[in-house]
């Protein structure tokens, strides 16, 4: 059972527009939510992350939003660019347990 | 700073045997945890060492082991190989256990046939 969900396998925007990319978890006890970037045959890279005492973090282009009450967490960038093109994974972790627990990803295509 | 080193990159092992893959963190980081990633599955946790000690362990058989040495370099060891052991196995390692942050490795991608 997927405590951490992806459910938009791909997703594709035109260069400059906003990139929407969503989240859902399951396991209430999630206070620690991280954005990684993957390119092919390179390993994730860490992107953002958030504590679940904010529900606003910042970085740049890229900012992460928290919804506790709907378990859900969304990335947005903006602008987007066509070096964003990767595929995205939302990771959560609970109580300080480093065992981080991944989605699926959502492959994230940037059209010039 | 160097990254995150695995090997090696790439693997072909036959069913029923065993294989072990290298780790070394980047410096300064105690840390390293191991991932599978498969299609389907995306990426599974298999375990977290720090200080030579295993501290977090992911639901994988008993097959699966790994070790942590002195120099927080880490090796990962799968015995009696499955075809469904096909994967991308990705190491991270981070600077203490309180960090989840973590840098991974571009991984090895070890195919059993």
């Not at chain 1, 969304?74 to 109580?95: R, T």
């Not at chain 1, 347990?97 to 010039?112: E, F, H, M, Y």
């Not at chain 2, 190989?81 to 196995?89: V, W």
């Not at chain 2, 600077?95 to 942050?101: A, D, Y």
Request: positive net charge.
């Amino acid at each position: 059972d997927q405590q951490v969900k992806q459910n938009s396998p791909s997703l594709s925007v035109q260069e400059g527009r906003i990139s929407i990319l969503n989240c859902d978890y399951t396991n209430s006890m999630f206070d620690y939510f991280l954005w990684y970037k993957k390119y092919p045959a390179e390993g994730p890279t860490f992107l953002i992350s958030i504590s679940s005492i904010k529900d606003k973090n910042e970085d740049g282009r890229f900012t992460v939003f928290l919804n506790k009450s709907a378990k859900h967490l969304s990335l947005h960038i903006v602008p987007s660019q066509p070096g964003d093109s990767a595929v995205y994974f939302c990771a959560a972790s609970a109580n300080n347990n480093r065992k981080l627990i991944w989605g699926l990803g959502t492959s994230l295509a940037v059209n010039p | 700073k160097a990254g995150v080193t695995q090997t090696p990159r790439y693997l072909i092992k036959t069913r029923g045997q065993q294989v072990t893959l290298s780790c070394s963190p980047i410096s300064g980081h105690r840390s390293v945890s191991w991932y599978q990633q498969t299609p389907g599955q995306g990426l599974q946790f298999l375990f977290e060492y720090f200080s030579e000690t295993q501290r977090n362990k992911g639901n994988f058989p008993g097959r699966f082991s790994g070790r942590q040495f002195s120099n927080s370099r880490s090796e990962m060891n799968v015995s009696t190989l499955e075809l469904g052991d096909s994967a991308l196995y990705l190491c991270a390692s981070s600077r203490g256990l309180q960090n989840t942050e973590a840098f991974f490795g571009q991984g090895t991608r070890l195919t059993v046939v």
